[in-house]
């Protein structure tokens, strides 16, 4: 079972290139949604979708875009990178939405180790 | 704004001891998930509590949610090296989202 594929696992950028996180799940889950992890902070919420063609910010949209036109995929875009973008990415799957109810499991994948220099 | 404190930060014991850590908040939350995050992974769900005062066992891990759903414990029994790891708290955000504490890093020593 593959679950929620992550690409690239390493990048490193420089300031104002642009790049693609890519992010595949095939369990056939409606939601799928994208976090960044930072020392001392968590994981916030950055874009979420609730299904094919519907797309939504989080958290912390700014500098991000996202897309959902498949129900597998679901890409991050960095538009110019910023060294306050030097984060752990993580896409998380879920069958119904992002709440943490009884009988929702939700799946992460292994995380993104971005750098921005 | 819905925020999850958990405590303590770092926690760093001898094989075979028992641990708790926390997860609070001021606000209520209809459900509460614990998940555990070793290095170089993703988070993964350990348990879901949805009833105030529900108590969940996983093994040597006790799980209990707070009568007035407001906080959460993780009570582990005879940690072993394997426990070592971070452990979230998350709940459920306004956006059908999740929202996470800071984590708990549990080292445990052989």
């Known amino acids: 079972n593959a679950g929620v594929t992550q690409t690239p696992k390493f990048q490193v950028l420089k300031t104002g290139q642009s790049m693609t996180l890519q992010c595949a799940q095939d369990m056939n889950h409606e939601y799928m949604s994208w976090y960044r992890q930072d020392p001392g902070m968590g994981l916030r919420l950055i874009h979420y979708s609730v299904g094919a063609g519907i797309t939504d910010q989080g958290e912390v949209p700014n500098g991000y875009n996202v897309s959902r036109s498949t129900t597998e995929d679901f890409p991050l875009r960095l538009l110019s990178a910023a060294p306050s973008q030097t984060s752990v990415y993580f896409c998380a799957s879920s069958y119904s939405s992002g709440a943490p109810i009884a009988g929702n499991t939700i799946y992460f994948g292994e995380g993104s180790w971005l750098t921005v220099v | 704004t819905q925020l999850l404190e958990q405590s303590p930060q770092f926690l760093s014991i001898q094989e075979g001891e028992n641990l708790t850590v926390y997860c609070n908040s001021s606000?209520?939350?209809?459900?509460l998930q614990w998940y555990r995050q070793e290095p170089g992974e993703g988070p993964v769900l350990l348990v879901t509590?949805?009833?105030?005062?529900e108590v969940k066992k996983l093994k040597r891990l006790t799980f209990q949610f707070g009568d007035a759903r407001k906080d959460s414990s993780l009570h582990i029994t005879a940690a072993q090296p394997g426990d070592t790891g971070l452990y979230l708290c998350?709940?459920?955000?306004?956006?059908?989202?999740?929202?996470f504490g800071k984590g708990t890093k549990l080292s445990v020593k052989p």
């Open positions: 509590v949805v009833t105030g005062g």
């Open positions: 998350a709940g459920g955000g306004s956006q059908g989202n999740l929202i």
């Open positions: 606000s209520v939350f209809s459900s």
